[in-house]
């Protein structure tokens, strides 16, 4: 499927009506394989790991949150203030916040 | 069954979790609050009666019904767990935080890293002095938890209480200090979100195995620890809900370090 034109994905951000996946695939496999590999996940627990998997309902703690979000700004050379990071519950926001910070 | 201690919400929110381990570790910590602070009403409420709320930055608490026939106790909680150790705090009157952490969790960034990312400068001066990577190690965790609970006892999240905003200095024999940067204090709108100072902590290790702080708002007239009593007044017990209840605070189990 095509990636939504910019203009697109900068609305669908701000509108929680509906939702479309506003980042692409390859920054939510970058962002879920960080997370798998920080949270340090068996098999079982990597196979259920879907975009909107909520970081504690995987396990993580406040120390794994920061290590993801560090992790997170090396891999894409960004920087998330507190207040975003406070906002990233899910994989899928993370990778949202990403591609609008990278872009 | 710790299960049918449960509202209908927490079931949810604890079978959502990835696994069988962390659906029975969000059931048990249910659990416990819910058991504990029945005991702090002298089983006056039943675990399953307690309602809870989120303060706006999503504090949990106690939500009283207005219901005259009932009393209510001004209890605090708050709770921090590990995979292999759940930990909940209550306080009579004052706000509380606790953060319990693995001794030998192994965090997969460089300490030094994590701290010149999120700790604040002075924080990262007294981790680098250190020359022993595993005391180094220790005392990155060590401050890690004070600065978690003193957040989580303050109760407005990460982003309210951001970790590089304020110091927690490690003084020998008594002392664990909070230092705020003096431009976050002298801010005079009385509406501001300052940090405050008036918090005292205590820090410990519990079975060898963890490091847990507390944090509690600082109560003026018991701020003077020259009398031998335990800090803030603190009592650990080991506890299996309905199984077992064992005071460790004063045996091995529990060694004060601050």
């Known amino acids: ?37 920080q949270l340090a996940l068996g098999a079982d627990a990597a196979a259920a790991v879907t975009p909107e998997s909520k970081f504690t309902d995987l396990g993580a703690d406040s120390l794994d949150t920061v290590e993801i979000v560090m992790a997170l700004e090396e891999e894409f050379n960004i920087t998330v203030e507190e207040d975003n990071a406070q906002n990233i519950t899910t994989i899928q926001e993370a990778a949202d916040l990403i591609d609008k910070l990278v872009a | 069954m710790y299960m049918d201690l449960l509202s209908p919400s927490e079931r949810k929110t604890a079978l959502s979790m990835n696994g069988e381990k962390l659906q029975k570790g969000a059931v048990l910590s249910r659990a416990l609050v819910r058991t504990t602070l029945s005991r702090y009403t002298d089983c006056k409420v039943d675990p399953r009666s307690f309602e809870f709320k989120k303060n706006k930055f999503g504090k949990p608490e106690i939500l009283w019904q207005s219901d005259d026939s009932r009393m209510e106790w001004p209890l605090h909680f708050n709770i921090s767990h590990t995979s292999s150790l759940i930990a909940c705090g209550i306080t009579m009157d004052t706000p509380i935080g606790i953060d319990i952490e693995e001794k030998t969790r192994k965090p997969a960034k460089n300490i030094l890293s994590l701290a010149r990312r999120y700790f604040t400068p002075s924080e990262v001066d007294y ?3 250190i020359p022993d990577p595993d005391a180094q190690h220790k005392e990155f965790i060590k401050l890690w938890t004070l600065k978690e609970a003193y957040v989580k006892a303050l109760g407005r999240g990460f982003s309210g209480a951001p970790f590089n905003k304020f110091s927690i200095v490690l ?3 008594n002392g664990i200090r909070i230092s705020v940067a003096p431009k976050v204090l002298k801010d005079s709108d009385s509406s ?61 189990a529990v060694t004060l370090i601050s």
């Open chain 1, 1 to 37: 499927m095509a990636a939504p034109p910019r203009s697109l994905r900068l609305v669908s951000l701000r509108t929680p009506r509906f939702r479309v996946y506003a980042a692409k695939a390859e920054t939510v496999n970058k962002v879920m394989e960080i997370v798998k590999q």
């Open chain 2, 127 to 129: 981790l680098a002095k």
């Open chain 2, 171 to 173: 003084v020998a024999k």
């Open chain 2, 192 to 252: 501001c979100d300052c940090l405050s100072e008036n918090w005292q902590f205590a820090l410990a290790e519990l079975n060898s195995s963890h490091y847990m702080a507390i944090c509690i708002e600082d109560d003026l007239r018991s701020s003077d620890s020259g009398n031998g009593r335990l800090p803030l007044g603190l009592k650990v017990w080991k506890t299996v809900p309905f199984l077992e209840d064992t005071l460790v605070s004063g045996s091995e």
